[in-house]
């Protein structure tokens, strides 16, 4: 038998008090989901209404080849937009119309604000509105923010994703949406495990084309499979669906848990679900427990980036011997993260928000042997002898289920092997 997930003897964090901060905060901004987003959405294009700073954001985190077609971009607002002195939903409605006469492949067009357009008002869901009837039925334009005015780097994926909720089809089908952007070879086998326990039909969200059948209403039941997903979450329930909540599939054992509620509410019998999980379930822990040997007995420091850190905490704590010192995190959903909470043991700081000052303060203090950080406080960490890990590469890789479990824990690994092995040249 598949044995339930053990929760801890002190009674887990849900109910954990927070240290909510307010003050200077060092993440990137959402307009980084677009680079993940326009690989999964094949027919999307993405048109950024910003500054040229957002373009150079852009261009150097996606590494665009020259020859290829982009499915994003930038309308850089000039000087004489900001200053008022320019009407900048005519001068959208020039790149807009300019952009789909020669793309003909798009299908769903987002209209993404920033912090210039954010700035000057620029009314982008009037836009999008405009031009839904303008070129309705053969594109959808929508929009959401990727400005970093108020945001972390992972809600610009939140946002896109809720702002495609209402416009969604009612469906009356009983129905799985799995919820999030996963790379596509992860997402299979998600659907494959689900699958052969007779669970369907699944859908996913975002959906691969606009012209998908995915729809939503009373009878779906979704699960998130990123724990960023707050506003689409809302958005779905709003339209009548069911959130499942569950740990993240990250680690055997998270995956297993995620797995189990679903199944549950699918009726799986348990040696359906014991004949589908063992295999991979046994394969995730050998990987794991051979990842794992660097880092039990470890200490880890997550500042607030990613939205990741409870989920992880949790693999890194319960799976991977690993202690928890703080765990930062840009929003704590209890509804969201609760599963999670519920099987960290007690110990951690749990900080929400930042103010970067006082929490390099207490991470100096603390001298964790691993920290999880933005690219901007990673070098200065690094420069005190503090070894780092990027909380962007976390969203970047492959990490979810039991095929990715054993490279989720040698992503943290290897900057200790690496710090271990400077230490070593350091006293030859
Ligand atoms: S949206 Fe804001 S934070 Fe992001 S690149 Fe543009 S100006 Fe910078």
Redesign the pocket.
């Known amino acids: 038998m598949t044995e339930a997930p053990r929760l801890p003897i002190s009674g887990g964090c849900r109910n954990e008090p927070i240290l909510k901060q307010r003050g200077q905060r060092e993440v ?4 980084t989901g677009i680079i993940w987003l326009h690989r999964k959405m094949q027919d999307a294009f993405f048109l ?1 209404i ?2 040229r ?2 373009a ?3 261009q150097s985190a996606a590494g665009v080849m020259i020859f290829a077609e982009p499915r994003f971009g930038t309308a850089i607002l000039e000087e004489s937009d900001l200053a008022g002195m320019a009407d900048a939903q005519t001068e959208l409605d020039k790149v807009v119309d300019q952009l789909l006469a020669r793309r003909t492949d798009i299908k769903q067009l987002f209209l993404v604000g ?3 357009s954010e700035v000057i008002k620029l009314d982008l869901s009037r836009a999008a509105e405009r031009m839904t009837e303008k070129y309705a039925p053969s594109v959808r334009v929508l929009n959401f923010s ?4 108020e945001t972390t780097f992972t809600q610009g994926e939140d946002a896109c994703l809720a702002s495609m909720v209402p416009v969604l089809p009612d469906t009356a089908e009983r129905q799985l949406v799995l919820v999030g952007a996963l790379p596509d070879v992860v997402e299979e086998q998600a659907v494959s495990l689900l699958s052969d326990m007779g669970i369907g039909p699944i859908k996913v969200l975002p959906a691969p084309r606009a012209d998908t059948d995915l729809g939503v209403g009373e009878n779906t039941v979704f699960a998130l499979t990123q724990p960023f997903l707050g506003d689409t979450h809302a958005a779905l329930e709003r339209r009548g669906a069911r959130h499942l909540p569950a740990p993240f599939p990250f680690g055997e054992e998270g995956t297993t848990a995620w797995l189990r509620a679903i199944a549950d509410e699918f009726g799986v019998d348990a040696d359906t679900f014991e004949r589908v999980t063992a295999a991979p379930r046994a394969r995730a822990r050998k990987a794991i427990a051979q990842a794992a040997q660097a880092l039990r007995g470890k200490s880890i420091f997550f500042f607030p980036d990613s939205q990741l850190e409870i989920p992880l905490a949790r693999f890194l704590t319960r799976e991977c011997g690993m202690e928890a010192t703080e765990i930062g995190a840009p929003f704590i959903h209890k509804g969201i993260m609760g599963p999670d909470l519920d099987m960290l043991a007690q110990g951690p700081t749990f900080s929400e928000g930042q103010d970067v000052d006082l929490q390099l303060d207490r991470c100096r203090a603390a001298r964790p042997d691993l920290t999880v950080c933005g690219l901007g406080l990673a070098n200065p960490l690094e420069a005190e002898g503090l070894a780092t890990k990027w909380a962007i590469e976390l969203v970047f890789t492959p990490v979810h289920f039991y095929e990715q479990a054993g490279d989720l824990a040698g992503l943290f690994s290897r900057p200790l092997r690496r710090a271990d092995l400077l230490d070593l040249e350091g006293t030859a």
């Open positions: 990137f901004c959402g307009l950024v910003g500054s700073t957002c150079h954001l852009l920033s912090c210039p990727g400005s970093g005015i």
